[in-house]
């Protein structure tokens, strides 16, 4: 039978091993993977590129309100910013509100999502409460295709401690998978309450108010509950040395713990506040960035397969929301964009420079979150039967990456001005080619909801 489409070529990778190959797709799906495949209803030439499993990105906030502000974007924009980024699949963080089902939850969510998505989606669900009514939706929650949660540590948005034992014991009996937030609400408080104290609320100054041992004691704390109870957990962008040595040691003991890093603490560190206020607020996140030791740590960490995945955490917000705390943090929204230049500079900061292998890459990208939440092997590798979901790469081209030509509605990137070798070619989702150069070609609406099966991996 012939072939929809082939892909000629291409140095296919998976997160196992590379082989030149031809491509062969039909109905959306990978049909044959071979050399010399006869022609195609479609052809792409993609020799002397790298061809790899779309992103599978497990961590960001669409069309999210918070605090009184709404995100610059929605799931039209973020997911176009995807779909040129090279990224093919997300899940997006349905937050909960008190007194609010998680089913309810989850419909809101889906209709924000419904008629704009480009890329195929799903959710997890942040809890607010711990209730027993909540924690009694958690086995529906699971049947019907959401097999994971999140919970926050910080006093703002998190339970207490009583409540994270509650969530992590009822997550195990119905085999979800909580992600964790991790930091210690009191140690930020006093670092922030010595700033101002001092006059130092300049956004230049909000590492510090945010520091690293917060972030450590949480995720011991996390673990050691999760260990107490069986729990499985998966730390959500861990950006310093020492919760990463945390997590190894909890992984050697084998707790069954996975951790997630954030493109923005491989490639970039607190110089970044020295510019000082809207220059600074555009890159104030939670955790902060962190040093250069700390950046270091978490390559080695990634390569070492101690910490196992990679998403964007994309939250963006406007330069205008942004600069609502240019002259004091505590205003600072958090968050920053990151979808549709996360894989390009984590190649090139990665792969390109030998820090990570390019099975490595396809592995923290792509084949453990697609594994750990449910979607392998439909989503996350290059195999017969599994979605036609790819990006080709550019492996020798180099490009600056520049704000303006991005499709975040934030008006900026973190990376603005950054030199990338390994640009995004061509992505295709379920055998559609939606991007090319930075193009998009697809359509609002094509995004399919997907629904997943706790798998571990």
């Not at 996975?258 to 493109?263: I, M, Q, S, V």
């Not at 506040?273 to 250069?292: D, F, N, Q, S, W």
Request: aromatic share 6%; net charge negative; charged share 25%.
């Amino acid at each position: 039978m012939a072939h929809d489409l082939v892909i000629r070529g291409g140095l296919v990778a998976t997160a196992s091993d590379a082989v030149v190959a031809d491509l062969g797709i039909r109905g959306g799906r990978i049909a044959t993977i071979d050399q010399g495949l006869p022609a195609g209803g479609t052809e792409i030439d993609a020799r002397g590129l790298v061809v790899v499993p779309g992103g599978v990105d497990v961590h960001t906030h669409l069309d999210l309100d918070l605090g009184g502000m709404r995100t610059a974007d929605d799931f039209e924009s973020g997911t176009a910013a995807a779909a040129c980024g090279g990224v093919t699949t997300i899940c997006d963080y349905a937050w909960q509100q008190p007194g609010v089902t998680l089913a309810q939850t989850l419909e809101r969510w889906k209709a924000k999502a419904q008629g704009k998505a480009h890329v195929d989606y799903g959710f997890h669900v942040i809890l607010s409460e711990a209730s027993d009514a909540v924690l009694g939706e958690l086995p529906a929650l699971v049947a019907n295709g959401f097999p994971s949660v999140k919970v926050f540590t910080i006093r703002e948005f998190g339970l207490s401690d009583e409540g994270l034992l509650r969530v992590l014991r009822a997550a195990r009996a119905v085999g979800a998978l909580v992600n964790v937030h991790c930091e210690n609400s009191d140690m930020l408080d006093l670092a922030q309450a010595d700033l101002v104290a001092a006059g130092r609320t300049d956004p230049r100054h909000y590492a510090d108010s945010r520091p690293a041992l917060a972030e450590v004691e949480a995720t011991r704390r996390v673990i050691d509950y999760a260990e107490l109870v069986d729990a499985e957990v998966y730390i959500v962008h861990m950006s310093c040395s020492g919760a990463a040595e945390a997590l190894r040691a909890a992984r050697r003991r084998g707790l069954r713990v996975w951790g997630e890093t954030r493109p923005i603490y491989l490639g970039l560190t607190r110089e970044a506040y020295a510019r000082g206020g809207v220059e600074a607020a555009k890159v104030c996140g939670a955790p902060p960035l962190r040093t250069e030791a700390d950046l270091t740590a978490l390559w080695d960490a990634l390569r070492a397969g101690d910490i196992q995945t990679i998403g964007s955490d994309n939250t963006s917000w406007t330069v205008a929301q942004k600069a609502e705390g240019a002259a004091d943090f505590r205003k600072v929204p958090y968050g920053v964009p990151g979808l549709e230049t996360e894989m390009r500079v984590v190649y090139s900061e990665g792969v390109a420079k030998g820090r990570l292998s390019l099975q490595d890459f396809v592995s923290a990208f792509a084949t453990t979150p697609a594994k750990l939440f449910g979607l392998y092997p439909r989503k996350g590798t290059i195999a017969v039967g599994s979605d036609a979901d790819l990006l080709l790469l550019d492996p020798a081209g180099t490009q600056t990456i520049d704000e303006r030509t991005l499709h975040s509605r934030a008006g900026y990137d973190p990376f603005h001005g950054f030199q990338v070798r390994g640009v995004p070619r061509v992505t295709l989702s379920r055998g559609e080619v939606i991007a090319r150069d930075g193009q998009l070609l697809s359509r609002p609406g094509r995004g399919q909801l997907v629904l997943r099966e706790r798998r571990v991996g």
